[in-house]
Structure formats: structure tokens, C-alpha cells
């Protein structure tokens, strides 16, 4: 698959018949056809070898998990999106308005007249949201009377976090297949598409070591792109803890949190009073049963240079290095969590799904207060950290752990910098010129 921007070559197959797989790769009887286990790749044939980066499409069965929590009951603290943007000082005077925030939905759905009295409710017009409909996924929502899926919580609670935050901008919803190959071009349709979105929010991911490095290479193009292109990618750090749901007793972190090329949201619990405006405290989310922020080291990409003075430790229970994750963090206890509309119901999610969308309507206020949009968005705030110090436009979140890591000042593999302080983080990124990430 080749696109005329920045493009890099990929293989995409839509179909996989084992004759059809077996005769291009050169497979033969007996051997894995339906997907490359993680850690091998697929064997190109000589001819476009020098020309193919990765394989995707073969690997069978869902790629992405969403990235939310819900719980039975009321929780023990309710905020509406309005409020959380109050509380974490999103920029007064911006709204997001001609911002293109993106949102790719993996399979579920949403109905308009939930958008509709939801922010009716929250005193907002209704975001002008627009759906892209990729490789055969459309808007599909399932029965009213039933209880709502996984993935139609998900679809509803990324669109109702981010546009009740930036009700100003235009949200473009891809819908895309739960597959390498969907997802894939999911991602390219977004970040290629005109105009060019300030933000792009990703609320699902899984365990590095359940992708395959296809998969990881064809991703990293497009993010790649993304960064050349000014385009903010935000992805969920995961809601398993350090363990991320491996059972090897290891530490483990989300794919594609953990792209040194995108902004990486853990998860926090928020004690705050929204009336007041005051935050209490602010500790990481850990409620136990692996009901927890994600955060570690990555196994698959080096530490960015950008990262090299935060303070990054060893990944657990070695003395090897890796990219930090994640980068920041917003509310995400599911005990402390969003309130959202689903088939006319209220419903309470907590999670790094809400928190994800909550940083890519805080990234296009602050492209919008700044005239620009701000691209690859890590190096920017790690310009001059110092590790144990916190750093300047955050809330620094010092205690908690989330199993393997724990909590400390300045960046740690919990929260990473901390929650936003959206106004003084406006002050630093206005004194901060891009990184070039072309080089």
C-alpha cells in the first residue's frame, strides 16, 4: 500500500487463503500460514523484498483491546469531562475551534441522539462529528435494549470526553476492523487525510508481546508520519498494571503507548472538589485485580533521546534499557470516573481510554491558543527535565505504584510527568520551538 505523502512501502493483504499466502511466501505444507507469532517475521520473495518494510493482514483474531474500566453502582466520585477540563486548568478562551481532532474507533458504534442529549445536558452544542468509514467497518451501534458492547462503550465515551473538552473542534471518527490490516489503514487514512488532524486519540492497544513486528514497523511508519506532518498522536498506556495481563510475572507495557513517535496516557485517582475547583490529591490508579495504570519499559523500542535525562530505571527485573512509558496521565480510576450517555442510559468508566481523549482535546486548545499545531509532542516536554524535579506545566503524582514501578518526583514509569496544568503548560510550550523529526 503506497500513499503519495511520506509515504513508506507496506504489504497489505485483505485476504488470507493458505494456497494464495503459501505460493508468495514460499510457505510450505505444514507451516504457519495465518499469522507470524510474535517475534518472527514474514519471509518477503526476493523480487520486492528490498522494497517491502513489513507484513501485515495474516495474524488472526482481534488486535486492539479497549482501554476502560467500568464498575457496578455509583462510583464514589462522578466528574463530567467539563469538570475534569476545570480541574486540570484546560486554557480559558479556547475551545479547540478550527482543530481536527481524529478518533479511531476499532469495530462498536454510537447513535446521534446519545451525542445529542448528552451534551445537551452539559450546556454544549453537539461537536460537529464525522464519521470514515475503513476496510468494510462502518457505525454500528448494537440493540438499544441490550446491554452495550465493549467496543460501543468505547466508541461513545472517546467521543464524549473529547468533545465535551473541545467542543469547538471537528471530530473525524474512523471506524476500522479489529485486524493488523484495518487498524493499519485506519491510521494512514488519518493522519494522510486533508486537513490534516491536530490530534489523533487511540483508547486500545495490547501487550508488546502480542504484536508482531510487522505489525510494530508498519505503525511506526505511520506515526512517523504523523510526527513529519505535525500530527499529535495520543495512545493509552493500558489499564493492566505493569503486568499488562502477561502471566509471566514480568513487567510489560502497551503497544502503541509505547512508540517513542506518540504521547503515552497512564492513569491516575483524582480526589478533587469540581465546585471549588481544589484537587484534594491525585495518586496512581491502582484499585488491585490488575485494575491499574499501565506504565514500564519498553522490550521493543531504545530509550528516545528526548528521554535519556527523566530518569528512565532499568526494566524490571533486568539491567536493559528501553523507551519510558507512559508520558503523562489524567484521571483514570473507574472509582473516580467519567460520566457518559450510552442507549439513553448514564453510565460511569474510568480507565486510560477516557484520560487518552482527555490529552488530545488538551493538545488541540493548546495548537489552537498557539497558532500551530505541535506535532511530535514528548521531546517538547521533556526539553528540560531534571529527573526528581517536577516538571514545569504538571501535577506531579508521587504516590502509588502500579505493581512492578512505584510513584516518585518528577518523570516515573506510573505516571510519567503527571497530570496537566493546561494553563501553565500553554506558558511553557509558547517559549518552545518543535523539534525537526525528519532527521
Not at 464525522?130 to 467497518?137: D, K, L, M, Q, S
Not at 502477561?246 to 496516557?265: K, Y
Request: glycine residues 14%; negative net charge.
Amino acid at each position: 500500500m503506497t500513499d503519495g505523502r511520506l509515504s513508506r512501502p507496506v504489504v497489505v493483504l485483505r485476504e488470507s487463503r493458505p494456497a494464495a499466502v503459501a505460493r508468495f511466501f514460499g510457505t510450505g505444507p505444514g507451516e504457519d500460514t495465518a499469522g507470524a507469532p510474535a517475534g518472527r517475521r514474514w519471509r518477503v520473495p526476493a523480487e520486492p523484498a528490498g522494497a517491502v518494510r513489513s507484513v501485515v493482514g495474516l495474524a488472526p483474531g482481534p488486535r486492539a483491546v479497549p482501554m476502560f474500566r467500568t464498575l457496578p453502582g455509583q462510583p464514589r466520585l462522578v466528574y463530567t469531562p467539563v469538570e475534569l477540563g476545570k480541574l486540570y486548568a484546560f486554557p480559558e478562551g479556547t475551545d479547540g475551534t478550527g482543530q481536527v481532532l481524529a478518533v479511531v474507533t476499532v469495530t462498536g458504534g454510537w447513535r446521534r441522539e446519545d451525542m445529542d442529549a448528552y451534551f445537551a445536558q452539559l450546556g454544549l452544542r453537539t461537536p460537529d462529528i464525522r464519521t470514515v468509514e475503513v476496510a468494510g467497518a462502518r457505525n454500528a451501534p448494537g440493540p438499544v435494549g441490550e446491554p452495550p458492547s465493549p467496543a460501543d462503550i468505547e466508541a461513545v465515551l472517546d467521543l464524549q470526553v473529547a468533545g465535551a473538552l473541545a467542543p469547538g473542534a471537528t471530530l473525524v471518527n474512523y471506524f476500522a476492523p479489529n485486524t493488523d490490516t484495518g487498524i493499519v489503514e485506519a491510521l494512514r487514512a488519518a493522519v494522510h487525510a486533508t486537513p490534516t488532524p491536530t490530534a489523533i486519540s487511540l483508547s486500545w492497544g495490547s501487550s508488546e508481546r502480542s504484536a508482531s513486528p510487522d505489525f510494530v514497523a508498519a505503525l511506526e511508519d505511520v506515526f512517523q508520519d504523523a510526527a513529519a506532518l505535525g500530527v499529535t498522536v495520543c495512545a493509552a498506556a493500558g489499564d493492566a498494571g505493569s503486568g499488562n495481563e502477561e502471566d509471566d510475572g514480568g513487567a510489560h507495557v502497551n503497544h502503541p503507548a509505547s512508540s517513542p513517535h506518540v504521547l503515552a496516557v497512564g492513569g491516575t485517582t483524582l480526589v478533587a472538589d469540581p465546585d471549588s475547583g481544589t484537587i484534594h490529591s491525585e495518586t496512581v490508579w491502582n484499585a488491585g485485580s490488575a485494575r491499574a495504570t499501565g506504565g514500564g519499559v519498553s522490550e521493543v523500542f531504545a530509550l528516545p533521546a528526548w528521554q535519556e535525562r527523566a530518569g528512565v530505571p532499568h526494566r524490571y527485573g533486568t539491567e536493559e534499557t528501553g523507551r519510558g512509558v507512559p508520558d503523562v496521565a489524567a484521571d483514570a480510576d473507574g472509582g473516580t470516573g467519567y460520566q457518559i450517555l450510552i442507549n439513553g442510559q448514564t453510565a460511569f468508566v474510568g480507565g486510560t481510554s477516557p484520560a487518552t481523549p482527555l490529552w488530545a482535546a488538551l493538545v488541540c486548545r493548546l495548537a489552537e491558543a498557539l497558532g500551530r499545531p505541535l506535532g511530535l509532542l514528548p521531546p517538547l516536554l521533556y526539553q528540560d527535565i531534571v529527573p526528581g524535579r517536577v516538571p514545569q506545566g504538571f501535577r506531579d503524582v508521587v504516590a502509588g505504584d502500579n505493581g512492578a514501578y512505584a510513584a516518585a518526583p518528577g518523570w516515573d514509569p506510573t505516571t510519567g510527568l503527571g497530570s496537566p496544568d493546561g494553563t501553565a503548560l500553554l506558558g511553557v510550550l509558547s517559549g518552545r520551538t518543535a523539534p525537526d523529526t525528519t532527521r
